[in-house]
């Protein structure tokens, strides 16, 4: 195959991708999150929403069922690398939770390992996400830093998830336009009183 031909399919492929992915950008999420380090194993509720242009809040709850239950607040802001419908993102929030806990003991080199700790801290995130199919795929890694409650100052989980479109970006942005005509129509002035204003400030 000619590279001219291949610039073409190419082309055609961006082109194919971007006009989808506007059709596919989504307002609100939900769905599933497995996290995994070198401590546990987590499985996770996951809810997504839009706030503004390209920044979303998640709410995360997830646990390994035994020794650690955690939840996290995150703000993050998307940015597109191909289009709309492929994008990376990057934020942070707070945590709170039951965490297990190891701390070193060097008198006598032994470890002694703690659990029911409830935990504080502070979170970092970033990964890439997909959006085809009325559904949600993203790859993150989500760095832990501890204020409280634990021994490990920084804990790194990856996390896969996977969350369901229930309401398009299509729709929340008609609702946000059609709020913005609305306040524009309410703190509009009325053309007589404006006259009428315009003219009472200059006889004085």
Same mark, same amino acid.
């Given at each position: ?49 839009r706030i503004m242009q390209q920044l979303t809040l ?43 806990s190891y701390v070193k003991q060097d008198a006598n ?30 790859? *993150? ?25 229930? *309401? ?37």
């Amino acid at each position: 195959m000619k590279r001219n031909q291949i610039f073409i399919i190419q082309v055609i492929l961006f082109v194919s991708l971007s006009n989808f992915s506007f059709a596919q950008k989504y307002a609100t999420a939900l769905g599933v999150r497995l996290g995994n380090n070198d401590y546990s194993r987590m499985v996770g509720i996951t809810a997504q929403h839009r706030i503004m242009q390209q920044l979303t809040l998640e709410g995360i709850v997830q646990s390994d069922f035994n020794r650690n239950t955690t939840f996290h607040l995150l703000m993050k802001r998307h940015r597109p690398i191909i289009s709309k419908r492929f994008n990376y993102f990057y934020g942070g929030g707070f945590s709170a939770g039951k965490e297990e806990s190891y701390v070193k003991q060097d008198a006598n080199n032994e470890i002694m390992h703690t659990y029911g700790n409830s935990t504080m801290g502070v979170d970092l995130i970033g990964g890439i996400e997909m959006t085809f199919a009325g559904a949600v795929i993203s790859l *993150d890694y989500k760095p832990n830093i501890n204020i409280s409650g634990r021994e490990e100052f920084y804990r790194g989980q990856i996390g896969i998830s996977a969350r369901m479109v229930l *309401d398009k970006g299509k729709r929340q942005d008609k609702k946000w336009r059609k709020k913005n005509r609305e306040k524009r129509r309410t703190n509009r002035e009325p053309f007589g009183a404006r006259i009428k204003n315009t003219f009472g400030s200059m006889g004085k």
